[in-house]
């Protein structure tokens, strides 16, 4: 019978050396992706805040809405809302062309540098998660009024900032308040929706 010499494998310090390492690189994995997550929100609620003050700013500006503004045809050559005192509908596919008062809301702002963009375009602006911003009045959740809309949104992160920036109850959240959802996200364990804020 032969006998191998000078066998050598790993030692238990190596293997335990070897699993440290392998520990750090996940965690650091698992921290870079909660730092990735993290900042994707606050982006979110930058954008939502920006859009609300250039909505604000136009307001100041122009004593309309931007979309319901009667004068903007006068103004840029684009096509004039009716001045109720509402952005018309809400609509988060606007195409370029499109002339109804939640689209042309976005040319409105584009044209007068209350936002970035393709001036000669309505079409909506995007948002981290993929989706887009939609600006209107119609009914979420029951209550008609004035919204931005942020589709796409996954459902974790609709619950953070309903709790976050209006009512704090995660059981009816998402249809009350001023930050409301296209569904329930509370009970969700998955999913985007559509994150409703009032303006």
Request: include cysteine; proline fraction near 3%.
């Amino acid at each position: 019978m032969k006998t191998i010499r000078n066998q050598k494998g790993f030692t238990l310090v190596e293997l335990a050396i070897v699993l440290v390492i392998i520990g750090l690189i996940l965690g650091a994995v698992l921290k870079g992706q909660e730092l990735i997550n993290s900042a994707r929100m606050k982006r979110l609620q930058n954008l939502e805040k920006e859009i609300n003050a250039a909505i604000n700013t136009y307001m100041d500006k122009y004593g309309k809405y931007p979309g319901d503004d009667n004068a903007m045809n006068a103004r840029w050559g684009i096509t004039d809302g009716n001045n109720n005192g509402q952005i018309a509908g809400l609509t988060t596919t606007c195409a370029a062309g499109t002339t109804t008062e939640t689209c042309v809301a976005w040319r409105a702002l584009r044209l007068s540098n209350m936002v970035s963009g393709d001036s000669t375009s309505a079409i909506n602006p995007n948002n981290p998660y993929g989706g887009v911003v939609g600006i209107g009045n119609v009914a979420v959740q029951g209550l008609t009024t004035h919204w931005i809309g942020l589709t796409n949104v996954p459902y974790d992160v609709c619950e953070i900032l309903d709790q976050q920036y209006d009512d704090g109850t995660p059981a009816a959240g998402y249809n009350s308040g001023d930050v409301r959802g296209s569904g329930d996200y509370n009970t969700a364990t998955s999913g985007a929706y559509t994150l409703y804020f009032r303006f």
